[in-house]
């Protein structure tokens, strides 16, 4: 069974740093993406970042493109998203997604085609 299991999360001013973790267990991962989406309250979750494992091709929103990097640990099966410059509207819970990546690899900026989920860690930014 796949798990995932997110940390990194906490508050940090605006224009500071965090760099999630999305630790990944129970199956080979070079055949999976990986993704990184956030809620904010009262809002619908959105696609933040996503990351081919076999490939290492990344994809970004472009609200946080040129802000956040996302990266992969083969050794650690772990996957990262450092998020730099934040703003306030970056507050949100943030998950951590991973599916085959023929299922989910075609429309990997859509939450409703990954299966395995993290917990979710939370990010808040103040101003």
């Known amino acids: 069974q796949v798990q995932l299991v997110e940390s990194g999360g906490g508050l940090v001013q605006a224009g500071g740093s965090l760099r999630l973790s999305c630790a990944a267990s129970?199956?080979?991962?070079?055949?999976?993406?990986m993704g990184w989406f956030r809620q904010a309250p009262g809002k619908e979750r959105e696609f933040v970042a996503a990351?081919?494992?076999?490939?290492?091709?990344?994809y970004y929103a472009d609200s946080v493109k040129g802000r956040f990097l996302i990266s992969r640990d083969n050794a650690k099966n772990t996957i990262y998203l450092q998020m730099n410059s934040l703003k306030p509207e970056d507050t949100a819970v943030y998950y951590c997604?991973?599916?085959?990546?023929?299922?989910?690899?075609?429309?990997?900026?859509?939450?409703?085609?990954?299966?395995?989920w993290g917990q979710g860690t939370q990010v808040t930014v103040s101003s």
């Open positions: 129970g199956r080979t991962f070079s055949t999976y993406v």
């Open positions: 997604a991973a599916d085959y990546e023929w299922r989910a690899g075609p429309h990997l900026t859509q939450g409703n085609n990954y299966e395995y």
């Open positions: 990351i081919r494992w076999r490939s290492g091709s990344t």
